[in-house]
């Protein structure tokens, strides 16, 4: 996924792992368990027009911070899609965020 970073308006590019929910690419905010939430996740609540590459396809999308109660839910499918994402909030410590 490639965003504009939030203070310089420049691209940024994050190689993300994703699943998918009713169509929609989902991905989690984990930066591998660490402690802080990664900046492409400040970069999309501050500019969420991404381009996303994935399945072969580049295309632009708009990102959105799921904040409210569908977080749960999306962290869930997500970890039954892609189980290695279970550990990462006790590892970090944080909230993990989830973009669709």
Avoid: C
């Amino acid at each position: 996924m490639t965003s504009k970073g939030a203070r310089t308006g420049q691209p940024r590019r994050a190689i993300l792992t994703w699943s998918r929910d009713e169509g929609d690419y989902v991905v989690a905010g984990t930066a591998s368990g660490s402690p802080t939430t990664p900046s492409w996740v400040h970069n999309v609540r501050t500019n969420p027009e991404v381009e996303i590459e994935a399945e072969d396809r580049t295309f632009r999308a708009t990102a959105r911070v799921v904040d409210d109660e569908d977080r749960a839910r999306l962290w869930k499918q997500h970890v039954a899609a892609l189980p290695h994402f279970a550990e990462y909030p006790e590892k970090s410590g944080r909230v993990i965020p989830m973009v669709r």
